[in-house]
């Protein structure tokens, strides 16, 4: 079914169920399926959709984008970059006479400064930045988290891996992905207390999720986050 609001249409199903009430549900390639009691009529399925038609268009929009895949990054004012789980524009300065070139996140925007106005210059000081910032957070999230745990970590390391979001060895050496800092602070939890409970549990067992599980209740939604996000935490 279509149904067209302040211009724009939205294609969904209808599936009617033994429910008490109606709810929305959008998968992962951006189909939206409406689920709702028998019986219920079609001016209140209408009334959800558009009560809720700016959330349905903006995840529509960002599951598009996931499935087109990650654009290559334009380093000029008003490009976006993620930061603890939103998004903010950059503003870049050149500055020849500054130390290292080098970014602060001020009112809402990632001020770049660089000695001279070159791609990479700008993006090796993005790296940089999250480099400083995941090592930073990390180290806050480990410190609120010790308290669950009777052994620490013997290391901390920030890495540049495309497969891992974080390791622990056999010496309970952490390392983790500088990309985290691009994620809400709740999901870097998340992923630095799993690596933690490897300090107990070296396997994926029951032991171990059930560690994770007390500690982050609602870490599946952490991986949620981390699987339909990974594709934009880029520089």
């Given at each position: 079914m279509i149904h067209t609001y302040l211009g724009e249409e939205i294609n969904f199903d209808i599936k009617y169920?033994?429910?008490?009430?109606?709810?929305?549900?959008?998968?992962?390639?951006?189909?939206?399926?409406?689920?709702?009691?028998?019986?219920?009529?079609?001016?209140?399925?209408?009334?959800?959709l558009e009560a809720n038609w700016d959330s349905i268009q903006q995840k529509l929009k960002e599951m598009k984008e996931r499935i087109q895949g990650p654009q290559e990054k334009v380093y000029e004012y008003g490009e976006t970059f993620l930061y603890l789980g939103n998004t903010f524009p950059i503003q870049i300065s050149e500055d020849v006479n500054i130390r290292q070139d080098h970014v602060t996140f001020e009112n809402e925007k990632l001020h770049i400064y660089v000695k001279q106005l070159e791609d990479d210059k700008i993006k090796q000081a993005l790296k940089r930045f999250?480099?400083?910032?995941?090592?930073?957070?990390?180290?806050?999230?480990?410190?609120?988290?010790?308290?669950?745990?009777?052994?620490?970590?013997?290391?901390?390391?920030?890495?540049?891996?495309?497969?891992?979001?974080?390791?622990?060895?056999?010496?309970?050496?952490?390392?983790?992905?500088?990309?985290?800092?691009?994620?809400?602070?709740?999901?870097?939890?998340?992923?630095?207390?799993?690596?933690?409970?490897?300090?107990?549990?070296?396997?994926?067992?029951?032991?171990?999720w059930r560690l994770v599980g007390k500690i982050i209740p609602d870490y599946k939604e952490k991986e949620k986050w981390l699987a339909l996000s990974s594709w934009k935490m880029t520089v």
């Open positions: 169920k033994k429910r008490a009430s109606i709810s929305i549900y959008i998968d992962l390639y951006g189909n939206v399926e409406v689920q709702a009691p028998k019986g219920t009529s079609s001016g209140s399925i209408h009334q959800l999250y480099y400083q910032q995941c090592k930073a957070l990390v180290e806050k999230s480990i410190q609120s988290y010790q308290r669950n745990f009777k052994v620490k970590p013997t290391s901390i390391r920030i890495s540049d891996s495309n497969r891992n979001w974080g390791t622990c060895d056999s010496n309970r050496q952490l390392t983790f992905n500088w990309k985290l800092a691009m994620a809400p602070q709740k999901v870097i939890d998340y992923v630095v207390v799993h690596e933690m409970c490897h300090m107990v549990h070296m396997n994926h067992d029951r032991s171990f």
